[in-house]
DNA sequence: TATACTGTAATAATATTTCATACAGTTAGC
DNA sequence: GCTAACTGTATGAAATATTATTACAGTATA
């Protein structure tokens, strides 16, 4: 569940990328490496709040629909997979006497919730720029003087 | 992955709780709701990290090597499953010219990095002993006044 | 009206997680 | 020494979750 949140910011990325700010989910699927369905039900979260407009029908897709300096990763993780810190097998057995085996899984509930602000505290600290700056990073690093054809 | 954690901190915890901080893998399986083996993987590796002793033979089992007071959620997370807050997915070809689709693998595994000390940061601020009390907590709650008999 | 899109359902393929079984090695007590 | 009750680990099966594929209805454009 969470690589559709690397999917996600995967495609908003791109679309603040790109010079039109535009894109189908074939492009966009084709760049992330994955399949067109996959992507568009991951865009489809992401236009409900908000973050790209849609448009169906010839020439259409998607388009940014936000300032990427604005847009924390902490709003697309939890647009996109809030709540799924936690694992889903829980321990224990709420029907047992023994204190521990009866609370465990109430008393974790909590702290995976407790311990994900903080995740997302660490999110909030980092917007769709972020991103896109640290990907130039890595093209320095990488290819240091070199000028690419970008194959979209 | 993550549900390890949950398995070690309840175990760690049932030794704490028990009057004699010992148990076997089945009494632990038992309360834990899953399988000896699947205990005996995971105390094996919290002996590793010196949190329990082990004892073979008749009349073995575990045995808490540790004051709950002092172990942090965040000491048992990184021996049990440090480094598993990234998903295996990973997004993007390296191989493809476009800047973001050959380098977001890379910039996605360091914001999961990071992101993951923040989640150790809170799990720092827990300990075996703030289980237990969370533990107790839910007790007054469920069944304040009542006695129970504990069968472990 | 044909074409190129999104939206979504249903199902197949694959990977991961959990469980079950088995057995070698260890220790204690008889 | 022998047996019984443990841990440590390997291996494979079962259950579950994730990802990919296929299909098709709905929409907009030319």
Redesign the pocket.
């Known amino acids: 569940?969470?690589?559709?949140f690397t999917v996600a910011v995967h495609c908003l990325a791109l679309l603040a990328y790109l010079p039109d700010h535009r894109?189908?989910?074939?492009l966009?699927a084709h760049n992330v490496?994955?399949?067109?369905?996959?992507i568009?039900?991951i865009?489809?979260t992401l236009?409900k709040s908000g973050f790209v407009k849609?448009?169906?029908?010839?020439?259409?897709?998607?388009e940014l629909n936000c300032q990427p300096a604005e847009v924390t990763l902490a709003e697309v993780y939890r647009s996109i997979c809030g709540g799924?810190l936690k694992?889903?097998?829980s321990s224990g057995n709420p029907e047992e006497k023994c204190l521990v085996s009866a609370n465990m899984a109430l008393v974790m509930d909590g702290f995976f919730r407790e311990a994900e602000l903080y995740y997302e505290e660490y999110l909030e600290r980092n917007t769709l720029q972020t991103v896109l700056e640290r990907l130039r990073q890595c093209q320095q690093k990488t290819a240091r003087g070199e000028t690419h054809v970008h194959e979209y």
């Open positions: 569940m969470r690589s559709e894109a189908s989910s074939e966009l490496s994955t399949n067109p369905t996959r568009r039900k865009m489809s236009k849609t448009k169906e029908g010839i020439g259409g897709g998607y799924t694992p889903h097998w």
